[in-house]
């Protein structure tokens, strides 16, 4: 296609744009029940175009058209009886005119909602059309209200609200802190084209519920805003029961002792009894409806106080069981602090038992273990040819001579030592000096002490020879 006949289909489609919106009305017209609303209808500036005959077409749904007003220059006009808005329709000129051929319908109702048609027969361009939309509104009648309910583990519509004879539907929500569900809004069509939406709020009530607030907001076009109703549910339940007031330290001749029942219920509990285990309520005690007093204490006192309250429902109980001590509890560190304590205590000696076995541990390790100092270099040791030997003309003074009680001679070698050993004192006791073969001569050559001779070293005496010391 050329540049010529793109330029022809744009044209065409502005001449069927225009002559499309010839006929000037008003796209959606919004009115109330009981109301006069106007559909207007206009076609300005026909220029050649004649205007030959103008109607009304009253379109419900697609299928379904009725005409309600036709107006003709010669023949004038014509309201069919067999439309929905007969009698109530009418043109807004008297006689009206193909220029203005507006229409108003008073005392509309529901049922008018839908299209209204004005159409114009023309020549030569054939009918042209303008649709109006009639949209009815109808503020609807809401309400809202809890269901009273007993309590129970089955899920059951603890609340309701409803939004009735609107148009359109409204909107319905919920807020609450409850841990329930919304059922799904059920919408009703009504015969006068209102529409009704329900809902509901589930829930498996507990007693706790009771008194819990939950809020419905209904939405719709004819409010500025949401309509809020708040309400508190309401769970029906059997009382429930407790006994306050035993500090477990009733002693002989303790006066001013009481127990309080406390009871919740709903309906309200009508009836509170206060009875004994045994059956017998001792003499000492009085009741004045929840509240039981001792007004000393004594050994009959030694029971089971059971309270037992009724409503409607049902009942609940509580009982308590009074020890009787012989003195009273003394007033110090509360039963939970000396637990506490000891707890701390036992961890503190298992915490130091740990760190014990620890140490010990460690220096059993260090002492199987290999020598962490050096240990000193050993004794020097000589063989009986190195030995040195020692003459008898050596001075006495080095030496010290003695008798034992079989008059054998005995030596004192403290006074010897190696030349290279002497600044250290000898490691060994007087058994590890002995050879393996127990020939009487130590380690260094020398006669022990019950010998009386003495050898000198072969290196003093030069070449010459010593035998072994004769012990005489």
């Not at 296609?1 to 499309?20: F, H, R, T, V």
């Not at 500090?247 to 309080?260: C, E, H, I, K, Q």
């Not at 029971?303 to 037992?308: A, G, H, K, V």
Request: proline share 8%; hydrophobic share 30%; charged share 20%.
């Amino acid at each position: 296609m050329n540049m010529s006949g793109l330029l022809s289909a744009l044209i065409l489609l502005i001449i069927q744009g225009a002559l499309a919106q010839r006929v000037r009305v008003e796209p959606e017209v919004v009115s109330y029940p009981g109301q006069a609303v106007t559909l207007r209808c206009q076609f300005p500036n026909p220029g050649e175009t004649q205007l030959t005959q103008v109607s009304w077409i009253f379109e419900r749904t697609d299928t379904e058209r009725t005409n309600i007003a036709v107006f003709h220059p010669n023949f004038g006009v014509n309201y069919p009886t067999k439309s929905p808005v007969a009698g109530r329709v009418k043109f807004m000129l008297d006689p009206p005119t193909l220029d203005n051929p507006s229409i108003q319908i008073s005392n509309v109702q529901m049922t008018d909602e839908g299209r209204y048609i004005c159409e114009y027969a023309t020549y030569p361009s054939g009918n042209e059309q303008g649709v109006s939309s009639l949209v009815m509104l109808a503020k609807p009648k809401n309400i809202a209200r809890t269901v009273t309910v007993t309590a129970g583990k089955t899920p059951v519509i603890v609340a309701r609200c409803e939004s009735s004879n609107g148009r359109p539907a409204a909107t319905i929500s919920w807020s609450t802190t409850l841990n329930g569900n919304v059922t799904p809004p059920i919408t009703v069509d009504n015969p006068d084209n209102t529409v009704s939406v329900q809902s509901a709020y589930m829930l498996a009530p507990q007693p706790s519920d009771n008194g819990k607030d939950i809020s419905c907001m209904v939405s719709h076009r004819t409010m500025p805003q949401p309509e809020t109703f708040q309400m508190k549910l309401v769970v029906e339940y059997p009382p429930r029961v407790q006994i306050k007031g035993y500090d477990n330290n009733w002693y002989r001749g303790r006066t001013s002792a009481f127990l309080t029942c406390q009871a919740d219920g709903n309906p309200t509990p009508t009836t509170v009894t206060w009875k004994t285990l045994s059956g017998l309520m001792p003499e000492t005690v009085q009741v004045e409806d929840t509240r039981l007093a001792v007004q000393k204490v004594d050994d009959t006192i030694n029971t089971t106080f059971i309270c037992e309250v009724k409503n409607s429902l049902g009942s609940g109980r509580d009982q308590v069981t009074v020890f009787v001590r012989e003195f009273p509890q003394p007033k110090g560190v509360p039963t939970g602090g000396i637990i506490a304590g000891i707890l701390c205590a036992i961890i503190l000696v298992a915490l130091i038992a740990t760190v014990i076995v620890m140490v010990r541990k460690r220096q059993r390790k260090n002492i199987d273990g290999p020598p962490t100092h050096k240990p000193p270099p050993p004794m020097k040791t000589y063989s009986f040819s190195d030995s040195p030997s020692i003459s008898k003309r050596e001075s006495d003074s080095q030496f010290m001579h003695h008798e034992t009680e079989n008059d054998e001679p005995m030596t004192d070698l403290s006074a010897y030592h190696d030349d290279k050993d002497h600044h250290e004192p000898s490691r060994f006791s007087w058994e590890d000096k002995q050879t393996p073969y127990q020939d009487d001569r130590d380690e260094d050559g020398t006669m022990g002490e019950e010998d009386g001779y003495y050898i000198t070293s072969s290196a003093n005496r030069g070449s010459s020879f010593m035998s072994p010391a004769v012990i005489v």
